[in-house]
């Protein structure tokens, strides 16, 4: 994916250098932003198995589910302490809102005249994959453009 037509980090209204306490918060960051991307990718394991194997699945795709919801969570805060540029403080934001609204497209609406909005659940999960793997691409950017100054 080419990263071309976005603006450069550096060019974000952000500080450019970090002390050692936001260095900390971005690799922490970092961190559980690969791990986010494992609990997605974890997900969409149980969900297959549920739907392939067996429905016995579906509550281990439920706990993680769950624990999801933390993680983002830790993202958000880690982020906002991290001095990263707004748009990924922005960005960040959207992930535990996007977790809490995953059940709500399939419980409520399941048994309703608007049953095919839970068809809305596979494509944020897909949202909640990439948007992640985008974070972590623009982070990396971000500390190494803060190393070189």
């Given at each position: 994916m080419s990263t071309s037509h976005l603006p450069h980090v550096s060019d974000a209204k952000s500080p450019r250098s970090a002390g050692p306490a936001r260095r900390t918060f971005r690799r922490l960051y970092l961190g559980l932003l690969y791990l986010f991307v494992l609990q997605i990718l974890i997900q969409?394991?149980?969900?297959?198995?549920?739907?392939?194997?067996?429905?016995?699945?579906?509550?281990?795709?439920a706990i993680n589910g769950s624990l999801a919801i933390f993680t983002a969570l830790l993202l958000l805060i880690f982020c906002l302490f991290s001095g990263l540029p707004a748009l990924l403080n922005w960005l960040t934001v959207l992930l535990p809102v996007m977790v809490f609204l995953q059940p709500v497209w399939i419980y409520p609406l399941r048994h309703t005249s608007v049953a095919i909005l839970s068809a809305l659940h596979p494509i944020?999960?897909?949202?909640?994959?990439?948007?992640?793997?985008?974070?972590?691409?623009?982070t990396h950017q971000v500390i190494s453009s803060s190393h070189t100054n």
């Open positions: 969409v394991f149980f969900a297959g198995a549920g739907i392939f194997t067996g429905g016995q699945w579906f509550m281990f795709h944020a999960a897909l949202i909640l994959f990439a948007l992640p793997l985008f974070l972590i691409m623009r």
